[in-house]
């Protein structure tokens, strides 16, 4: 073997310095979707305030990570609170976060507790078909395609974002609240 015949291998060995520079940008690229991410609170609680979700007593909250999974939540004041109640929201893997059609979101309710998994039928709500040990049931989220994040698109982005927790909570906060018997009879 006297010479290297594969046009990749040649153009590695070329610009290697500047591929393995670019490679050690992924951990600031990830940081930085995933503040953008952490941003999308300040347009729902705008849209929430504004009146888009016509329901009294919701509450807005952010998700501290949970093995590397922070995410916006909403839900109503007078549902049960903690690590096993119901509430809607959308979760994004803090490790993965990059902005590509691997990315993982995930959007619908989070819940570890059976009692109120059963009431989350596929027939009941079937734009979130899929369920799970932390889910009752959820969606995945996908990216637009293209380089969605060029000029002005990550504000269309954050609205389709804001527009995806406000649907996962008309559609499935009427399931959330008979689960929980809310309104108390």
């Not at 610009?15 to 347009?43: C, K, M, Q, T």
């Not at 990570?65 to 803090?94: H, M």
Request: glycine share 8%.
């Amino acid at each position: 073997m006297n010479q290297i015949e594969d046009e990749r291998i040649k153009f590695y060995l070329k610009h290697e310095a500047r591929i393995r520079e670019w490679a050690g940008l992924e951990p600031e690229v990830r940081e930085f979707v995933n503040r953008f991410y952490r941003s999308i609170e300040s347009d729902l609680n705008e849209a929430v305030r504004g009146g888009k979700i016509a329901d009294d007593g919701v509450e807005l909250f952010f998700v501290e990570e949970y093995k590397g999974w922070p995410g916006l939540g909403l839900r109503r004041r007078d549902w049960p609170k903690g690590d096993e109640a119901p509430d809607v929201r959308l979760e994004w893997n803090r490790r993965s976060a990059r902005f590509s059609r691997d990315e993982k979101l995930i959007c619908g309710v989070r819940t570890t507790e059976k009692r109120y998994k059963q009431h989350f039928t596929r027939e009941l709500c079937p734009d979130y078909p899929h369920r799970g040990d932390y889910w009752a049931a959820y969606t995945h989220v996908e990216p637009p395609g293209g380089e969605f994040w060029e000029g002005e698109n990550l504000k269309e982005y954050r609205g389709y974002l804001v527009g995806t927790i406000l649907k996962a909570w008309k559609d499935l906060a009427p399931l959330v609240d008979k689960a929980v018997d809310y309104p108390r009879s």
